[in-house]
């Protein structure tokens, strides 16, 4: 199995990591507070990495994708995003695949959309960020 993305709240926002295994221990990643949520409205081409990621940051989205905030994407199909970070250390990528339904997105007609951590973590639970509520449940595995 791959690895999974999820997100834990509220502020401040973690990102954790979980192996594919049970066994595997999970990595925790404090976000600090005041950190901006940018969506980039659209569909991203998804074979992108960190480095195609970025440029389409300064590009397209006219921002700096070393300043510390958050930028996420998302495929044509909406059920993968991906979200880049540089801490003051270096750049990250998380992806996160929903096994059913599909990420809310905003239309491109919007531009880009600035939403806070607590929307972000609504949004990588499956759940409408717009008007929280729970879409969707897995049931059983296989």
Not at 37 to 63: E, P, S
Request: proline share 7%.
């Amino acid at each position: 199995m791959g690895a999974a993305f999820a997100c834990v709240f509220p502020a401040p926002l973690i990102l954790i990591w979980r192996g594919g295994d049970e066994g595997t221990a999970a990595a925790m990643i404090p976000i600090p507070s005041g950190v901006r949520v940018w969506i980039a409205t659209g569909h991203t081409d998804m074979r992108r990495g960190m480095n195609g990621l970025a440029l389409q940051v300064q590009q397209a989205l006219k921002r700096d994708p070393h300043a510390g905030d958050l930028f996420v994407f998302r495929g044509r199909r909406g059920n993968l995003v991906k979200v880049l970070w540089h801490d003051s250390l270096g750049m990250s990528l998380y992806a996160k695949r929903l096994e059913r339904g599909k990420f809310i997105w905003p239309s491109p007609a919007d531009g880009v959309i600035v939403i806070t951590p607590a929307q972000l973590a609504y949004m990588l639970e499956g759940i409408d960020w717009r008007h929280p509520q729970r879409t969707w449940r897995p049931e059983a595995v296989g």
